[in-house]
């Protein structure tokens, strides 16, 4: 027998039937998808994991300072005493420090999340803040103002190492579950070989698997069928009806669209709008440091180098013997490079080569294994087996910090070239000198190996653009495990 079709309650009433929609259908056009459910609740948990580990660092922070301060005094301790006492003003402070730590960017999704700059900033600000209110509201709370330091310190730290930890662990139960995100990259195969590279590389989180590339837009729709990609990435800044293309053939499928920008994209984004034209204008202003933030980066590297040289001079006097006990040839080798407004200077740098390097360069042009105006031989003939050693943990780059001291160079910027490549370099790659030159940067952290010329020149643009005090100390941070690695500086 068959079913009879529902009644509208409203055809008694001489209205007109209406069709029913499926509850499925209705969910499905407010956008309320399980994919999006799913998505939704894992960001919550992730922010309130972030949050717990922030709130409990902060806290151990403060109350550890409490524990030891009373130990150092002879004084019991209670800690259901100190709990009491400090509870009243421990949520103002956690709310401040969370709302830094926002402010910051602290917790966006894991690919777009900062790093350690950011967060010893946010908590610098959250100490700033809380110290001054402390100080005007009541100053007689503290017995000694140590607290702050002591607990900026100590929770940038354990922030640090525990946001750190997380990290590490999901990326292992990734990895072991077999999770992974699909990568798509359009684009030329020449184009399309470093992007690759340099994603396996450097990404975060669950490891990327390049399912294809694709050489025509028109084929990318076919493509996304087939492989059913998290992410498209366009290895080629693409024109409007190229871009519209991929837009159409993403959205339908909730797909992430990435592009790799030019120069000028990287530059453009430092850009004043000009209002009132008939036609949408921007006034592309070349970005550089200078004012304030030239005195704040200079005076950071003064210290820093000073601090370094001191720390560092047992490693420099070891290396010194070393070299003159095992090779023929002056200690420190003078390398003419190419410096802030294309000003030539002397790079120091410990000999690591015979003495005769310069000269046999050019019999080893036809070997060079580097992209674009680079030289590069990974088992260069002319290093000695001591000076194998320095370059290997960059120990040979020591004797910069005296050009850093003198103002030739920083500690932090754009990797000065060697007259050889600077003189095969395009105009275009010449916008880098606008600052002066770095021991280490962005090319160093950033898997130089694996990248193009053209993209670690494009490096150098986000740099100038993005500049801040806090991401030379995160690049600074970021060095010693790059060296570990074998990204040793140029």
């Known amino acids: 027998m068959a079913t009879p079709p529902p009644i509208d309650p409203r055809a008694d009433a001489g209205a007109q039937p209406v069709e029913l929609v499926d509850v499925r259908d209705l969910r499905a056009q407010t956008g309320v998808s399980e994919h999006r459910l799913r998505h939704i609740v894992g960001r919550l948990i992730e922010v309130a994991t972030l949050v717990a580990i922030d709130v409990a660092s902060i806290t151990g922070a403060i109350l550890s300072y409490l524990v030891l301060s009373r130990v150092y005094s002879d004084y019991p301790v209670m800690l259901d005493m100190l709990w009491q006492t400090e509870r009243q003003w421990l949520p103002f402070v956690l709310l401040v420090a969370l709302l830094m730590l926002l402010r910051n960017g602290l917790y966006r999704p894991r690919e777009t999340r900062p790093g350690g700059a950011q967060i010893v900033a946010g908590l610098f600000l959250a100490t700033v803040v809380v110290a001054i209110f402390s100080v005007v509201t009541d100053n007689e709370r503290f017995t000694t103002y140590l607290i702050f330091p002591y607990t900026f310190v100590v929770s940038a730290l354990l922030v640090s190492v525990l946001r750190g930890t997380l990290n590490v662990l999901i990326d292992a139960t990734a ?257 880098r000198y606008s600052v002066l030159p770095g021991i280490t940067g962005l090319w160093q952290v950033s898997g130089r190996s694996n990248l193009g010329f053209d993209t670690l020149v494009r490096l150098d643009f986000f740099y100038l653009e993005s500049w801040s005090i806090w991401m030379d100390i995160a690049i600074i941070a970021r060095t010693p495990l790059a060296i570990l690695r074998g990204r040793g500086a140029y």
């Open 175 to 431: 990895r072991l579950i077999g999770v992974e995100r699909r990568v798509l990259v359009v684009g030329e195969p020449a184009a399309t070989r470093s992007v690759e590279a340099a994603l396996r590389d450097a990404a975060p989180g669950p490891g990327l698997r390049m399912v294809a590339h694709v050489d025509d837009i028109d084929h990318l729709p076919d493509a996304i069928a087939e492989h059913s990609p998290h992410d498209v990435v366009l290895a080629r800044p693409p024109d409007d009806a190229t871009m519209l293309v991929a837009l159409e053939a993403c959205r339908p499928h909730h797909i992430r669209l990435r592009v790799v920008p030019t120069a000028a994209g990287v530059l453009a984004h430092h850009a004043d709008y000009v209002p009132g034209l008939a036609v949408p204008l921007f006034d592309i202003v070349p970005p550089t440091i200078q004012g304030v933030d030239w005195v704040v980066k200079r005076a950071f590297d003064i210290v820093i180098s000073t601090v370094l040289l001191l720390l560092l001079s047992p490693v420099l006097l070891l290396s010194v013997l070393a070299i003159r006990l095992t090779s023929p040839g002056p200690i420190i080798f003078r390398d003419e490079r190419v410096g802030l407004g294309e000003r030539t200077f002397a790079m120091l740098k410990l000999r690591s080569m015979v003495s005769n390097a310069a000269q046999a360069q050019a019999e080893l042009e036809d070997q060079n294994e580097a992209d674009g105006a680079l030289f590069k031989i990974r088992n260069d003939p002319r290093i000695t087996p001591v000076g194998r050693v320095l370059r290997r943990f960059s120990i040979d780059e020591l004797p910069q910090l005296v050009n850093v001291l003198k103002g030739e160079m920083s500690l932090v910027g754009p990797r000065p070239l060697p007259m050889r490549d600077y003189e095969l370099l395009e105009p275009w790659h010449r916008r």
